[in-house]
């Protein structure tokens, strides 16, 4: 869903090829001119045509796609846009349950890509919703706010149902008028909403007016009350850049307050930068198990056995960042370390890319992972943006593996399932009956259980919904699902 706003660094032309294609890179059927406007950098477009720029993507793709050898053989003159010709360009495959191979084949404006991916600004509330039945009847509810925006002003919290959205009916209304009050895409736009409260379940008509919302990627940090050995709780939510700093601070915290056990709560946490999937599983694990070891090995297409395309260097394993690479505090400060040897992780469906790299390098390196919730989204993949012409394209560039050389989990990541993509764990649903972090909270609730006694909570205890349920879809822009390399600029 393209609703939200972000940019991109240009990188025209951080990468090799053949001139076949790069020839026409940045010939552009309607250029751009002057400065970006986030970075300030020249554009570098000139006059091209769409068929420039639909060259130049053919070539881009079958030159760095992972499953180049599996790109369709397209006609460009039956495209009337690169955005359309765009997202026909990739692989027809599925995968063993038989979904699509590529479900990760995206865009977004140049000049909308930067706020997002570097301080988390986006148009909208500071609400997150979870449409828990997309088909009518439908269902929506409130999943988490962001604090201080108007969804918190309003007094919106995690549970509360959206009744009606300005004229629309969320249980079987129009879709267009629905999508147009929940997602907003500009700012200033004020719509109305009907909600029923979770707690009371009073109605109420509230007004919400969209704005520039930061988010807070990391919330709810501290001692889970009543648990003895002390077990921390984070909720984390996006692998964004002004995530470094937060993360450091709230292992700090739990060391400070004596934490014994992690629980990590990513059910709502799609993925970001892989580099601070890295610092955090740095932070989370003994030291003795990741001193040395492999994170993620990236590994791209047949045509660069050796070196990153992308950037030209040698391909290296990743190790674990114990040091912080200067996202959004000082480069090179000692990461704090929780040198936990098990921790209890909380998934949902939106459980997605680098938040599965943080699973799948841990228990590469014999951390013992329980997984509470449902079945992780299943992306071991990941890519470079890349701008032409001010649109910036995701296409999928490599997959990873951890230090024992497991990667495939493009079904996800089951709890309880058995084998390396079936860690220990329980098939518990979200609860949006209580507050994430409370003890109450069933996936919560089921972790500690699992974490006193190894067992898991009956059927009917886990929440309101029933597992077997399709899991909540968590509506948000495509840049939170998927896993981004970082390079120092």
């Not at 026409?24 to 554009?43: E, F, M, N, Q, Y």
């Not at 309003?154 to 929940?182: F, H, P, S, Y």
């Amino acid at each position: 869903m393209h609703r939200v706003l972000f940019a991109l660094v240009l990188c025209i032309s951080c990468h090799g090829g053949s001139s076949a294609y790069t020839d026409s890179a940045a010939k552009c059927a309607v250029p751009r001119t002057g400065a970006d406007p986030v970075t300030g950098k020249l554009v570098p477009d000139k006059q091209g045509t769409l068929a420039d720029e639909e060259a130049w993507l053919k070539g881009w793709e079958a030159d760095f796609y992972l499953w180049y050898r599996e790109l369709p053989n397209l006609d460009p003159s039956k495209y009337t846009t690169a955005l359309d010709y765009f997202n026909a360009l990739k692989t027809p495959a599925t995968t063993a349950s038989g979904k699509p191979k590529d479900q990760f084949h995206f865009t977004y404006a140049t000049t909308d890509w930067e706020k997002l991916s570097q301080s988390g600004v986006e148009a909208g509330y500071g609400v997150t919703w979870a449409l828990i039945a997309r088909s009518p009847p439908r269902v929506a509810k409130v999943a988490y706010t962001e604090p201080n925006t108007p969804a918190t002003t309003a007094g919106l919290v995690r549970g509360d149902e959206v009744i009606q959205v300005d004229t629309a009916l969320v249980m079987d209304g129009d879709k267009n008028v629905l999508n147009a009050g929940l997602f907003p895409v500009g700012l200033g736009e004020t719509h109305s909403f009907v909600i029923k409260k979770r707690v009371g379940g009073a109605t109420q008509t509230i007004s919400l007016t969209s704005a520039a919302i930061t988010s807070n990627p990391v919330q709810n940090v501290g001692i889970i009350p009543g648990t003895n050995p002390k077990a921390g709780y984070i909720l984390f939510n996006a692998h964004i850049a002004t995530a470094e700093q937060k993360l450091i601070d709230a292992v700090n915290t739990l060391q400070a307050q004596g934490a014994q056990d992690l629980v990590l709560d990513l059910r709502y946490n799609g993925g970001g930068y892989l580099i601070l999937a890295s610092e955090l599983a740095y932070m989370i694990a003994n030291p003795t198990r990741t001193s040395g070891k492999t994170f993620e090995k990236t590994i791209f297409n047949d045509k660069y056995p050796a070196n990153d395309p992308i950037t030209g260097a040698a391909l290296t394993p990743t190790a674990f960042q114990s040091s912080s690479v200067g996202l959004s505090t000082s480069a090179g400060q000692a990461l704090p370390n929780l040198a936990l040897d098990r921790v209890f992780v909380l998934t949902g469906g939106g459980t997605c890319s680098a938040s599965e790299s943080v699973i799948n390098g841990l228990l590469g390196v014999g951390v013992q992972v329980n997984l509470i919730g449902h079945n992780t989204c299943g992306k071991p993949y990941g890519f470079y943006p890349q701008d032409n012409c001010g649109t910036t394209y995701f296409s999928i560039q490599f997959e990873g593996q951890n230090q024992a050389g497991f990667g495939e989990y493009s079904d996800g990541f089951v709890p309880g399932g058995g084998g390396q993509a079936g860690p220990p764990g329980c098939q518990v649903a979200d609860d949006f009956n209580n507050d994430l972090g409370s003890p109450a909270e069933a996936r919560v609730a089921a972790a500690l259980q699992f974490r006193s006694n190894g067992t898991c909570p009956s059927p009917s205890s886990r929440s309101e919904n029933a597992v077997a349920q399709e899991e909540p879809l968590i509506v948000r822009n495509p840049f939170l699902e998927n896993r981004i390399l970082w390079r120092p600029q």
